[in-house]
Nanobody
């Protein structure tokens, strides 16, 4: 089992920055990849970014590319999402997720609220 705890959300003005953290505990040696998703009110959860734990290879949704950066500190079992140039449409609950294989993300955090005011 892997437990995930997000932190770092909050209220920020448009154009501002936030850094989200996701700390993993438990069977962290089994983690293959981790990612960030978000869900805005009235919308479905959507993919934001992912990172492969062993290689550090990353990918991003088109709508955040160039503004968000995902990275990890393996020694701390922690993944981050640096969010710059935030826009009101980035307002959502952000979730981190982890998977032990290429086909699924079995573990989810509780979510952290990000609110961007215009």
């Amino acid at each position: 089992q892997v437990q995930l705890v997000e932190s770092g959300g909050g209220l920020v003005q448009a154009g501002g920055s936030l850094r989200l953290s996701c700390e993993a505990s438990g069977s962290t040696a089994s983690i293959y990849r981790m990612g960030w998703f978000r869900q805005a009110p009235g919308k479905e959860r959507e993919f934001v970014s992912r990172i492969f734990w062993s290689t550090g290879t990353t990918s991003y949704a088109a709508f955040v590319k160039g503004r968000f950066t995902i990275f990890r500190e393996s020694a701390k079992n922690t993944m981050y999402l640096q969010m710059d140039d935030l826009k009101p449409e980035d307002t959502a609950v952000y979730y981190c997720a982890a998977g032990r294989n290429p086909t699924g993300l079995e573990y989810w955090g509780q979510g952290t609220q990000v609110t961007v005011s215009s």
